[in-house]
Each structure stands twice: as C-alpha cells, then as structure tokens.
Nanobody, 126 residues
Framework: EVQLAESGVASVQAGGSLRLSCDVS??????AGWFRQAEGKEREAVATIGMNGDTSYSDSVKGRFTVSRDDAKTTLYLQMDTLKPEDSGMYYC??????????????????????WGQGTQVTVSA
C-alpha cells in the first residue's frame, strides 16, 4: 500500500512558524494538499495545490499558511506562519489522481483512489 510520508517539527509557541513536508514521489497525482483534525473535531481541509500550481486555502488559514511543492513535484510543503493554538491538531498530507483543481480537492477531499499520509501532530502552545 502506497502511503505519503509527512515530516516536520511539530511544536511551537503561538505566533511562531512551522514547515511541514511530505514525500509524494511514490504516487502520480493531479492535486495534493493538507488536511487537519483537531481533537474532538471533524477533519477539515487546510490548503491544496492543483495540477497547474493553483492553490486554495480554508478561510481559517488564508494569509497565514502557504502550500507549495518542489519543481519535480515530489515533495509537498506547508509553511505555517503566525500560528494560533487553534491550529493544533493532526495534519495529513493528501493527494488525488483525478481532481486537477486545487478548489476541487479542498471541497471534495481525496476520492477512493486518493492517498493519505499517516499524519503528524502539530501543537501550538499559548
């Protein structure tokens, strides 16, 4: 089973920054991105990038988070700035082979043929 592998320093104080990385080299994807789930809450989309490099963000992170990938499209990044305690949660790297637009992945989530990473815990302390 192919999985995506996230990595990144996972703890910071409010107002700080973190960068998450995800190895997507083992899949052939159209769009990719990041979802998160806080304890006791539903999973939500955070940021996505489409086949042509278009990006989409949830309202809660717009202006603070930046999704990007390397030129070879093998590594996905999530730069998180001005972090807040409410940004804490499990962050998942995702990819989908059929959804080409970033907005599609943000709204629809990966389909049955998509991929999810194992998740990395991010903790933002007040």
């Amino acid at each position: 089973e192919v999985q995506l592998a996230e990595s990144g320093v996972a703890s910071v104080q409010a107002g700080g920054s973190l960068r998450l990385s995800c190895d997507v080299s083992r899949v052939v994807y159209a769009s990719a991105g990041w979802f998160r789930q806080a304890e006791g809450k539903e999973r939500e989309a955070v940021a996505t990038i489409g086949m042509n490099g278009d990006t989409s963000y949830s309202d809660s992170v717009k202006g603070r988070f930046t999704v990007s990938r390397d030129d070879a499209k093998t590594t996905l990044y999530l730069q998180m700035d001005t972090l807040k305690p409410e940004d804490s949660g499990m962050y998942y790297c995702v990819a989908d082979p059929g959804l080409a637009k970033s907005r599609e992945l943000l709204i629809l989530s990966p389909g049955p043929h998509g991929w999810w990473g194992q998740g990395t815990q991010v903790t933002v302390s007040a």
